[in-house]
C-alpha cells in the first residue's frame, strides 16, 4: 500500500513540475496588462488574452521574435502557446506596432 502512495505522490508531483505556464491577459484602454511578464527558459507558456476595448489597435498580438501573429475578437479569450528557449525579452503587442509595450522576461 506504500508503494502505490508513494508511485501516486511521484506522478503528482512530477505533473505539476511540467505544468506549463498560463498568464491572463487584458487588453485595456491602459494597453496589454499585464506589459511585463517572467517565465523560465524552456517553460511552455500559455498567454490568454481577451480584449476588452472595443477602439484599440490591438485587434491583434504580435510576437514578432516568434513569428506569432492572432486576431483578438473583443471579449473572446484567445490562447497563443509559446516556449522561449534562450534567455533574454520577448517583446509583444499590435500589430500595428504602436502598443508594442509588452515584453516576456525570460530567466
Do not use: H, W, Y
Amino acid at each position: 500500500m506504500k508503494k502505490i502512495i508513494l508511485i501516486t505522490m511521484g506522478l503528482l508531483l512530477s505533473s505539476v513540475a511540467f505544468a506549463d505556464k498560463v498568464i491572463d491577459v487584458k487588453v485595456t484602454r491602459k494597453g496589454f496588462e499585464p506589459a511585463r511578464i517572467e517565465v523560465n527558459a524552456n517553460e511552455k507558456v500559455t498567454l490568454n488574452i481577451t480584449r476588452e476595448v472595443k477602439i484599440t489597435c490591438a485587434n491583434k498580438i504580435t510576437v514578432p521574435s516568434e513569428n506569432i501573429e492572432e486576431d483578438l475578437p473583443l471579449n473572446k479569450t484567445v490562447s497563443v502557446e509559446l516556449t522561449p528557449n534562450k534567455k533574454g525579452e520577448i517583446a509583444f503587442g499590435c500589430a500595428m506596432k504602436q502598443m508594442l509595450g509588452g515584453v516576456i522576461v525570460v530567466n
